[in-house]
Every structure is written in structure tokens, then in C-alpha cells.
């Protein structure tokens, strides 16, 4: 689904950043 940007990662269709 969309690719996985450097500091977002996309997982069960949510943003999450990782620090």
C-alpha cells in the first residue's frame, strides 16, 4: 500500500513515525 517513507512507516493503513 504506498511506499514506506524514511520516517513514516505505514502500517494497517496508519502513519506511524518512528524517532
Do not use: A, I
Given at each position: ?6 520516517s513514516?512507516?505505514w502500517?494497517?493503513?496508519e502513519?506511524?513515525?518512528k524517532?
Amino acid at each position: 500500500m504506498g511506499n514506506p517513507k524514511p520516517s513514516v512507516s505505514w502500517v494497517k493503513g496508519e502513519t506511524v513515525v518512528k524517532e
